[in-house]
């Protein structure tokens, strides 16, 4: 789960990390008073969970009270990459020497943690990374001895930072470990006029299963970049968006794993991974169906299925039922094993829709999907 730019800033502070004074508000009208409150002259800032509100025009210097408010209205109307603006954050404004950019964020790839960091911060800094790699460090971190000052001073030394940046490498590693953080972000990382390290923005990814993220911040609604995932998401569907052709649902994400592989040995690409779990009821199902076939990518529709405590036949019911509340555009192939399947391929070809196709192994039915996928003009 991604934080706002205030709880975030929250995080920083509490682990000693200099955060400029700020409050937050969903009210215009109380923007006004707010400014006032923090001396006058403030920055506005959008709260939205996605990046470049600066280049967005959701990060304003308003010099007056007044303006404050007329500032927070316009950008409490913004909508910024899909995020309509609901509260915004105005903060004491900082004079800034230099932006840095740092993080930790958890890579996958190379199975460890990575300090990224670089002395040239600020909303450019994708461009930097892009044009000038060498101008971002990126230095692995064992978990196991985490960033301790040496450490911190190496990261620091990489990425051209000043060496009071020393004392804020270190906080931010403990803000990733002690909140059960799988990224932290400053950018950026400023040096004030009078010499001071600050962090102006902040983004703070939580883990989902951390006990500490569902005891403080509860059941904040989850952020999905695609907006099929958001729609899966509010259907209570366990959805993740591929970028291939062939739709995928199946029960048990051992066995829709393995799907998205065999369609892949087939030469087609998956489209998603939907995992259905042991509810095949005609809801999840017509959900499913209506999710998949709303990307405009996905070709044919493969629907594999092993009956184990949840019966094929039971499955099968769910397909018919959904049949009449989706309309089905693209082919399907259903196969049904295990668990009274035999009474399930029943149901289906007594229903006998002519884009429904049976297959009885899972290799089969991959093969069938891919090929009607393959077959397909791409619309
Ligand atoms: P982002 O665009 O979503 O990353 O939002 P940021 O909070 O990083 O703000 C974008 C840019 O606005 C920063 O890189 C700063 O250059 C500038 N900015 C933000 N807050 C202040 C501030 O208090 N004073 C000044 N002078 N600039 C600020
Ligand atoms: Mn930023």
Request: charged letters at 20%.
């Given at each position: 789960?991604d934080l706002y730019e205030h709880q975030a800033r929250?995080l920083?502070?509490?682990h000693?990390i200099?955060?400029?004074?700020?409050?937050v508000?969903d009210s215009?009208a109380?923007?006004?008073?707010?400014a006032r409150?923090?001396g006058?002259?403030?920055?506005?800032k959008a709260q939205?969970r996605?990046?470049?509100?600066?280049k967005a025009?959701?990060?304003r210097?308003?010099p007056?009270p007044?303006?404050a408010e007329?500032?927070a209205r316009?950008?409490?109307?913004m909508?910024i990459?899909?995020?309509p603006?609901r509260?915004?954050?105005l903060a004491?404004p900082?004079?800034?020497d230099?932006?840095?950019?740092?993080?930790?964020?958890?890579d996958?790839?190379?199975g460890?943690f990575?300090?990224?960091?670089?002395a040239?911060?600020g909303?450019?800094?994708?461009?930097?990374a892009a044009?000038?790699?060498?101008?971002?460090a990126?230095?692995p971190?064992d978990p196991a001895?985490?960033?301790?000052?040496a450490?911190?001073?190496?990261?620091a030394?990489a990425a051209g930072l000043?060496?009071?940046?020393?004392d804020?490498?270190v906080?931010?590693w403990?803000v990733l470990?002690?909140e059960?953080?799988?990224?932290?972000?400053?950018?950026?990382?400023?040096?004030?006029?009078?010499g001071?390290?600050a962090a102006?923005?902040?983004?703070v990814?939580?883990d989902?299963?951390a006990?500490?993220?569902?005891?403080?911040?509860?059941a904040q609604e989850?952020?999905h970049d695609d907006p099929l995932?958001a729609?899966?998401?509010?259907?209570?569907?366990?959805y993740?968006?591929?970028?291939g052709e062939?739709?995928?649902?199946g029960?048990?994400a051992?066995?829709?794993?393995?799907?998205?592989?065999v369609v892949?040995?087939?030469?087609?690409?998956?489209a998603?991974?939907?995992?259905?779990?042991?509810g095949?009821s005609?809801?999840?199902?017509?959900?499913?169906l209506?999710?998949?076939?709303?990307?405009?990518?996905v070709?044919?529709?493969?629907v594999n299925v092993?009956?184990?405590?949840?019966a094929?036949?039971?499955?099968?019911?769910g397909i018919?039922?959904?049949?009449?509340?989706?309309?089905l555009?693209k082919?399907?192939v259903?196969?049904?094993d295990g668990?009274?399947?035999?009474r399930?391929?029943?149901?289906l070809?007594?229903r006998?829709?002519?884009?429904?196709h049976q297959?009885?192994?899972?290799d089969?039915?991959?093969?069938?999907a891919?090929?009607?996928?393959?077959?397909?003009n791409p619309?």
């Open positions: 789960m929250e920083f502070a509490e000693g200099v955060v400029p004074r700020a409050e508000t215009a109380r923007a006004r008073g707010i409150g923090l006058g002259r403030v920055v506005v939205v996605t990046g470049g509100r600066g025009g959701g990060v210097l308003a007056d007044a303006a007329r500032t316009r950008i409490l109307g909508e990459n899909g995020h603006v509260a915004v954050m004491e900082v004079d800034i230099a932006e840095f950019y740092v993080s930790y964020v958890l996958r790839a190379s460890t990575l300090a990224i960091a670089s040239e911060g909303t450019e800094i994708e461009e930097v044009a000038r790699p060498e101008a971002v990126r230095i971190v001895e985490g960033v301790t000052a450490k911190a001073a190496q990261i030394d000043p060496p009071e940046a020393v804020v490498l906080r931010l403990a470990t002690r059960d953080a799988l990224l932290v972000e400053v950018n950026p990382l400023v040096r004030t006029t009078t001071q390290l102006l923005d902040g983004k990814t939580l989902d299963n006990r500490f993220r569902r005891e403080r911040w509860g989850a952020t995932e729609e899966a998401a509010a259907k209570g569907l366990n993740v968006k591929l970028d062939v739709g995928v649902i029960n048990g051992g066995l829709v794993m393995a799907t998205l592989d892949a040995g087939c030469g087609a690409r998956p998603d991974f939907l995992d259905i779990g042991g095949a005609a809801r999840i199902m017509a959900d499913g209506h999710v998949i076939l709303s990307d405009p990518a070709r044919s529709v493969l092993f009956g184990g405590i949840t094929c036949d039971a499955v099968a019911d018919v039922q959904a049949l009449d509340r989706v309309h555009t082919p399907l259903v196969r049904l668990n009274n399947a035999a399930g391929r029943a149901l070809d007594a006998a829709h002519p884009l429904v297959a009885t192994t899972m089969g039915a991959a093969q069938q891919a090929a009607l996928a393959l077959a397909a619309s």
